[in-house]
């Protein structure tokens, strides 16, 4: 094989790639680019919760990847609610905020528990490095709403 022939079998191929990539990966066709989505978990899947999820799951460049609650219920609906507007089986499900917390590929968090619990997980999140979506107030006491603004700033996270 020669050089003309070899860019000529490359050029061939480059030109088909396309063709085998779904729109949706690279953002066409009214689609979200998966680079373009924010991964997103919910904490706190009850009243307010399930309302923001729904929310949520109405924004095309965002994407619920997981929910938690201590309510088994509530977990349960909202999961279902998750995979029936997916079309899948995917949404995780935790006990425990701190398991989703843990994930590496959730960019942010909504949090809609108690109000005694808003600061704990903020910080929390904070330091996991996620964005944070929380329900008013923001804390249940003015030293945590601080925690929670200094934690913002230290770890660079909206």
């Not at 929910?67 to 279902?80: E, P």
């Amino acid at each position: 094989m020669n050089r003309r022939q070899f860019l000529k079998n490359a050029c061939g191929a480059a030109i088909a790639v396309p063709y085998f990539i779904p729109d949706s990966v690279i953002g066409r066709s009214g689609m979200v680019a998966p680079s373009n989505r924010i991964a997103s978990g919910c904490i706190g899947v009850g009243g307010m919760g399930t309302a923001n999820l729904k929310s949520f799951l109405g924004q095309h460049n965002a994407q619920v990847l997981a929910v938690c609650d201590v309510d088994t219920q509530h977990r349960k609906q909202a999961c279902d609610l998750v995979n029936a507007a997916y079309g899948n089986q995917d949404c995780a499900v935790y006990n425990d905020f701190r398991e989703l917390l843990a994930r590496t590929d959730i960019d942010a968090v909504m949090i809609a528990v108690p109000d005694h619990w808003h600061g704990i997980i903020a910080v929390a999140a904070a330091r996991a490095r996620k964005d944070i979506y929380g329900e008013k107030p923001l804390a249940y006491t003015i030293s945590e709403g601080r925690a929670i603004v200094d934690a913002v700033q230290r770890y660079g996270v909206i």
